[in-house]
């Protein structure tokens, strides 16, 4: 039977493949199941309702606040085909964060759902408004533009874990090489079935779970947001290949499956195993995690490291040893390198230095702001600002060299190595270490720590604790005990904001009378 869809002239690389694959199953949301062949048909709808009679869009922005479903990869695709940028919303932002996006893009218009129109109001300021629904329902009337690969395709913002967020805009090229590394990598084809469960304003949702499925013709399963028993009521169908998270999520998913009978347990652990490949990333994974998932599922998680800014660029491999606490090696296409302080490649393993990259994935520039484009690159490679070093020919990850590298009395140390040795803690759930100015030591290490479930901490336990596995120097001097972590809407923990908790001169010695007795 030959499908229902009038042929597409695109060159666009993703919706060039999706006409390969138009009778299959793209998506299945809470409406069903939708083949590929009606989200080229839907796209094509909401582009010409963009178009609103143009040629062409342009390269103008556009807004668009939809939750994971068929809808938001309609709208995406639409407004690729109209030749405009996707500016994927998130979900929850209040109004102010959504106007900085729509003002610092300069968007023309946003789509959005009816019912998440609230805090639209206040944040659109004038633009065209498109309720997702009509552009959906309207006619293909007219001539699509042709699209060049090197156009620009998407802005995101980058999740401001660090600093206010910047607008990282990659071409259609840079995409599918994002694309095409993972699928190479990871194996993926049209069998494959994934649970999208992340944010769709962020890369790790976009181009790792939706990209690289709707590239392989795979199926991709999607909630509108994430809830443990949802994801492993979805495991248990036994219907799923594949899964890609954040370590928060997998720590929720431990807890979850810790509250079930056993029963039940047994059930969700055996229907687990007959996925292919579990992957977690965007944040470090605690070596405690990932033994516990892998008791529960029998899966080593697959770590990898990437930025929005370049797509994924170390992996743990897909055949062979997954090393706990390491990121692998280079994606096919990823070059990486690590460098000294003058920008000197460093060949030596054991030595840290700054991670830079280059390869067609690499971004195009920061929207808006070419000095922040220009420093951001030396000699052609992309400096992450992220520090890692080489172990046995596997990198390994210390962390952001602006928040995660503490200088203390002389010392540099890596708070990633610090919170993974205290995370091993039995009272400590989770951490995070920060360096705060301090005039005796230039920046003291200190601790935000969530405890576990009737555990509380002190100070000098901890110390005293913690000189059996750190260097003395290592060894946080404050402890703030706190209910949760601050944590943006990717869930991962926004370190300015652990800073703030020890803001004030604190007890310049071994305890702070906050940090006792739990909270
Ligand atoms: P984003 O652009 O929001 O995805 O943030 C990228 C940043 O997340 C990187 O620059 C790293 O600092 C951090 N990151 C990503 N993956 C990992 C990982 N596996 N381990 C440690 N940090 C990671």
Not at 457 to 480: C, F, H
Request: glycine fraction near 10%.
């Amino acid at each position: 039977m030959k499908p229902d869809v009038p042929p597409l002239t695109t060159q666009i690389p993703i919706l060039q493949r999706a006409q390969e694959f138009a009778l299959r199953t793209a998506i299945a949301d809470s409406s069903g199941e939708s083949a590929y062949g009606q989200l080229l048909q839907a796209s094509a709808r909401v582009a010409s309702a963009l178009l609103a009679g143009r040629a062409d869009l342009q390269e103008a922005r556009v807004g668009f606040l939809i939750p994971p479903s068929f809808d938001w990869v309609a709208v995406q695709w639409g407004i690729w085909l109209a030749g405009g940028v996707a500016v994927p919303l998130c979900l929850s932002h209040p109004s102010p964060e959504l106007r900085h996006v729509l003002e610092d893009t300069q968007a023309e218009a946003v789509v959005f759902r009816p019912d998440l129109s609230g805090p639209l109001e206040e944040a659109a300021g004038g633009r065209k408004l498109f309720r997702s629904d009509h552009l959906l329902e309207g006619d293909r009337e007219v001539e699509l533009p042709p699209v060049d690969p090197s156009r620009r395709a998407q802005i995101l913002y980058t999740s401001g874990t660090t600093s206010r967020p910047k607008g990282v805009v990659t071409t259609h090229r840079n995409l599918r090489a994002q694309i095409t590394s993972l699928t190479r990598a990871w194996g993926w084809s049209s069998r494959d079935r994934i649970l999208e469960v992340l944010p769709l304003h962020h890369t790790h949702g976009i181009v790792n779970v939706v990209g690289c499925a709707l590239w392989s013709g795979a199926v991709c399963e999607m909630l509108p947001h994430f809830d443990a028993a949802e994801v492993w009521e979805r495991f248990a169908s036994g219907r799923l290949t594949l899964f890609m998270a954040v370590p928060t999520i997998y720590v929720k998913l431990i807890r979850f499956w810790r509250e079930q009978p056993s029963t039940r347990r047994r059930e969700l652990s055996q229907a687990s195993r007959r996925m292919r490949l579990m992957v977690s990333g965007s944040a470090a994974l605690p070596v405690s995690v990932l033994e516990e998932w892998r008791e529960i599922t029998g899966h080593t998680l697959l770590e990898r490291y990437g930025m929005t800014e370049i797509g994924m660029a170390l992996s743990n491999p897909l055949e062979g040893e997954r090393r706990p606490g390491s990121v692998g090696f280079p994606l096919p296409g990823v070059h990486v390198r690590l460098v000294d302080d003058g920008g000197q490649p460093i060949r030596q393993e054991g030595e840290p230095g700054e991670i830079e990259i280059r390869g067609e994935a690499v971004f195009l520039e920061y929207w808006g702001q070419p000095e922040a484009t220009r420093s951001a690159f030396r000699k052609g490679w992309f400096r992450t600002g992220d520090m890692a070093f080489l172990e046995n020919g596997y990198f390994r990850i210390l962390g952001r060299r602006s928040v995660d590298i503490i200088k203390t009395g002389g010392y540099k140390v890596s708070a990633l190595e610090i919170e993974e040795a205290l995370g091993t803690h039995a009272s400590i759930l989770e951490c995070a270490v920060v360096g705060v100015e301090d005039e005796e030591w230039g920046e003291r290490v200190c601790c935000a720590a969530v405890c576990r479930p009737g555990q509380t901490l002190v100070l000098d336990d901890l110390r005293e604790w913690g000189r059996q596995r750190l260097a003395v120097y290592k060894i946080p001097s404050r402890l703030e005990i706190v209910a949760e972590l601050p944590r943006n809407a990717m869930g991962k923990v926004t370190k300015p904001e652990v800073r703030k908790l020890f803001e004030g001169p604190g007890d310049q010695g071994e305890r702070l009378p906050r940090a006792e007795g739990g909270g």
